[in-house]
Nanobody, 124 residues
Protein backbone atom coordinates (compact mmCIF):
# COMPACT_ATOMS: atom_id res chain seq x y z
CA UNK A 1 0.00 0.00 0.00
CA UNK A 2 1.02 3.56 -0.72
CA UNK A 3 -0.51 6.61 0.88
CA UNK A 4 -0.39 9.89 -1.01
CA UNK A 5 -1.13 13.29 0.48
CA UNK A 6 -1.27 16.41 -1.68
CA UNK A 7 -0.77 19.94 -0.44
CA UNK A 8 -0.11 23.40 -1.79
CA UNK A 9 -3.38 24.17 -3.50
CA UNK A 10 -5.18 27.45 -3.09
CA UNK A 11 -6.54 30.57 -4.74
CA UNK A 12 -4.28 32.53 -7.07
CA UNK A 13 -4.77 35.23 -9.66
CA UNK A 14 -4.25 34.53 -13.33
CA UNK A 15 -0.58 34.76 -14.19
CA UNK A 16 0.46 33.63 -10.74
CA UNK A 17 2.23 30.51 -9.53
CA UNK A 18 1.66 27.63 -7.14
CA UNK A 19 3.70 24.61 -6.19
CA UNK A 20 1.89 21.42 -5.34
CA UNK A 21 3.51 18.72 -3.26
CA UNK A 22 2.58 15.08 -2.87
CA UNK A 23 4.10 13.17 0.04
CA UNK A 24 4.16 9.39 -0.23
CA UNK A 25 4.45 6.76 2.45
CA UNK A 26 4.10 3.04 2.79
CA UNK A 27 6.42 1.57 0.19
CA UNK A 28 9.65 2.37 -1.60
CA UNK A 29 8.90 5.63 -3.35
CA UNK A 30 11.44 5.12 -6.11
CA UNK A 31 9.61 1.97 -7.23
CA UNK A 32 6.81 4.14 -8.60
CA UNK A 33 6.41 6.46 -11.52
CA UNK A 34 4.31 9.40 -10.41
CA UNK A 35 1.70 11.47 -12.13
CA UNK A 36 -0.49 14.51 -11.64
CA UNK A 37 -4.05 14.62 -12.90
CA UNK A 38 -6.78 17.21 -12.55
CA UNK A 39 -10.54 17.29 -12.64
CA UNK A 40 -12.62 20.39 -13.15
CA UNK A 41 -16.31 20.50 -12.11
CA UNK A 42 -18.45 18.58 -14.56
CA UNK A 43 -15.47 17.33 -16.53
CA UNK A 44 -13.48 14.14 -16.74
CA UNK A 45 -10.18 13.68 -14.99
CA UNK A 46 -7.31 14.77 -17.25
CA UNK A 47 -3.64 13.95 -17.33
CA UNK A 48 -1.35 16.84 -16.41
CA UNK A 49 2.19 15.50 -15.98
CA UNK A 50 4.18 12.41 -15.09
CA UNK A 51 7.71 11.55 -14.06
CA UNK A 52 9.67 8.32 -14.22
CA UNK A 53 10.93 6.48 -11.17
CA UNK A 54 14.38 8.05 -11.34
CA UNK A 55 13.11 11.44 -12.42
CA UNK A 56 15.04 11.20 -15.65
CA UNK A 57 11.97 11.34 -17.89
CA UNK A 58 9.04 13.73 -17.71
CA UNK A 59 5.81 13.95 -19.66
CA UNK A 60 3.29 16.77 -20.01
CA UNK A 61 -0.12 17.43 -21.41
CA UNK A 62 0.01 19.92 -24.26
CA UNK A 63 -2.14 22.33 -22.28
CA UNK A 64 0.50 22.77 -19.58
CA UNK A 65 3.72 22.27 -21.49
CA UNK A 66 6.09 25.17 -20.90
CA UNK A 67 4.16 26.38 -17.84
CA UNK A 68 4.21 23.41 -15.44
CA UNK A 69 7.20 21.42 -14.22
CA UNK A 70 7.05 18.06 -12.49
CA UNK A 71 9.91 16.92 -10.29
CA UNK A 72 10.57 14.45 -7.52
CA UNK A 73 12.85 14.03 -4.55
CA UNK A 74 13.19 10.32 -3.82
CA UNK A 75 15.06 11.04 -0.58
CA UNK A 76 12.00 12.95 0.66
CA UNK A 77 9.40 10.63 -0.89
CA UNK A 78 7.81 13.65 -2.52
CA UNK A 79 6.73 14.67 -6.00
CA UNK A 80 6.14 18.29 -6.93
CA UNK A 81 4.23 20.21 -9.56
CA UNK A 82 5.43 23.75 -10.13
CA UNK A 83 2.70 25.67 -11.89
CA UNK A 84 3.53 29.02 -13.48
CA UNK A 85 1.55 31.46 -15.58
CA UNK A 86 -1.67 30.00 -14.28
CA UNK A 87 -4.87 30.48 -16.22
CA UNK A 88 -8.51 30.32 -15.10
CA UNK A 89 -8.87 27.11 -17.11
CA UNK A 90 -6.30 25.48 -14.80
CA UNK A 91 -8.90 25.59 -12.02
CA UNK A 92 -9.51 22.03 -10.85
CA UNK A 93 -8.89 19.53 -8.12
CA UNK A 94 -5.37 18.20 -8.61
CA UNK A 95 -4.54 14.61 -7.76
CA UNK A 96 -1.23 12.84 -7.56
CA UNK A 97 -1.01 9.16 -8.38
CA UNK A 98 1.55 6.37 -8.14
CA UNK A 99 2.16 3.80 -10.84
CA UNK A 100 4.04 0.56 -10.34
CA UNK A 101 3.50 -1.25 -13.62
CA UNK A 102 3.73 -0.60 -17.31
CA UNK A 103 1.26 1.25 -19.48
CA UNK A 104 0.70 4.73 -20.74
CA UNK A 105 1.69 7.34 -18.15
CA UNK A 106 -1.09 9.62 -19.37
CA UNK A 107 -3.79 7.05 -18.68
CA UNK A 108 -5.26 7.17 -15.21
CA UNK A 109 -6.32 3.53 -15.26
CA UNK A 110 -2.67 2.45 -15.22
CA UNK A 111 -2.08 4.08 -11.81
CA UNK A 112 -2.33 2.05 -8.65
CA UNK A 113 -2.74 4.63 -5.89
CA UNK A 114 -4.30 8.08 -5.67
CA UNK A 115 -4.25 10.95 -3.24
CA UNK A 116 -7.32 12.78 -2.00
CA UNK A 117 -6.74 15.85 -4.14
CA UNK A 118 -6.05 19.53 -3.56
CA UNK A 119 -8.11 22.40 -4.96
CA UNK A 120 -6.49 24.94 -7.24
CA UNK A 121 -8.56 27.99 -8.15
CA UNK A 122 -7.29 30.60 -10.59
CA UNK A 123 -9.22 33.86 -10.68
CA UNK A 124 -9.33 36.06 -13.75
Amino acid sequence: QVQLVESGGGLVQAGGSLRLSCAASGRTFSDYAMGWFRQAPGKERDFVAAISRSGGSTYYADSVKGRFTISRDNAKNTVYLQMNTLKPEDTAVYYCAAKLGLGRVSSGITYDYWGQGTQVTVSS
